[in-house]
């Protein structure tokens, strides 16, 4: 049986290869054969989720509601040091410098990464801004965001912070943040489906042991990760209810 490893369409592109990599590792690891599906758009792979096409997937937080409380996927491990945090970025060449400078009528470019729109759209209310007085365009990554703001389409993007920190330095260089989040407990998550079970025990101890392992520290470096940290489950639903009462 082959089993499927899916990722977060959100995930730095500059990392693609990282994770072919981990997918050879993780067969390895497991003595049996792991597919790599990546995809470019949330919905499709939610789709695939609800089809049960997919049995381990480096989820981001919103998601994970879906995965752990309908679908009976478990959480194994967040990564490192890189907790889930929203950028509000505008051209460099914008005389506007923070988000209370930003007035009703804006352009926003966004993604259909839902946790980072909620981060934003939270962040915009100190500006009085809401959805029923911007106007949004979204695209499919923050490469495209980041595109549409120095092609003049919007007036602010919303990035993943690492989405934003992983865009290349002409980019950045003709952009600003306005403001970035500090939620600091909200994470991207690993999570394990249900034909997953058999291997959930020895896949944590070697997830968690990579980094003192040479091989599994360059698997890390690739991903752009410093390694793995155990989500224990009490985490896991602080985390799914914060992100639900962001939403409501």
């Known amino acids: 049986m082959t089993l499927n490893l899916s990722v977060s369409p959100d995930f730095p592109p500059a ?16 003595g049996t054969a792991v597919h790599l599906e990546l995809y470019d758009s949330f919905e499709q792979q939610r789709e695939d989720i609800r089809n049960g096409k997919i049995d ?16 009976g996927f478990k959480v194994l491990v967040r990564p490192r040091n890189r907790a889930d945090e929203a950028v509000i970025a505008a051209r460099k060449d914008d005389l506007r410098s923070s988000v209370e400078d930003l007035e009703a009528g804006i352009t926003v470019a966004t993604t259909a990464d839902p946790d980072v729109h909620i981060m934003g759209m939270i962040m915009l209310e100190s500006a009085d801004l809401d959805k029923s007085n911007v106007t949004f365009r979204e695209y ?3 490469v495209l965001v980041a595109k549409a703001l120095l092609n003049g389409q919007a007036d602010i993007g ?5 989405g934003y920190d992983e865009l290349s330095e002409l980019v950045r260089n003709k952009t600003k943040p306005l403001v970035s989040s500090q939620i600091s407990v909200v994470h991207h998550t690993l999570v394990a ?10 896949l944590t101890e070697r997830l968690l042991n990579m980094e003192e392992d040479p091989k599994g520290r360059e698997v890390l470096k690739s991903m752009g990760l410093d390694g793995w940290d155990f989500m224990e ?16």
């Open 193 to 202: 489906g249900p034909r997953m079970q058999e291997h959930i025990e020895l």
């Open 15 to 30: 990392h693609l290869s990282g994770w072919f990599i981990f997918n050879t590792w993780l067969q390895r690891q497991l």
């Open 158 to 162: 919303f990035f993943l912070k690492a």
């Open 56 to 71: 381990l997937i480096y989820a981001n937080p919103y998601d994970a509601s879906m995965l752990v409380r309908e679908l």
């Open 140 to 142: 499919d990554n923050y």
């Open 233 to 248: 489950d009490e985490q896991t639903e602080f985390m799914i209810d914060l992100i639900d009462t962001l939403i409501d």
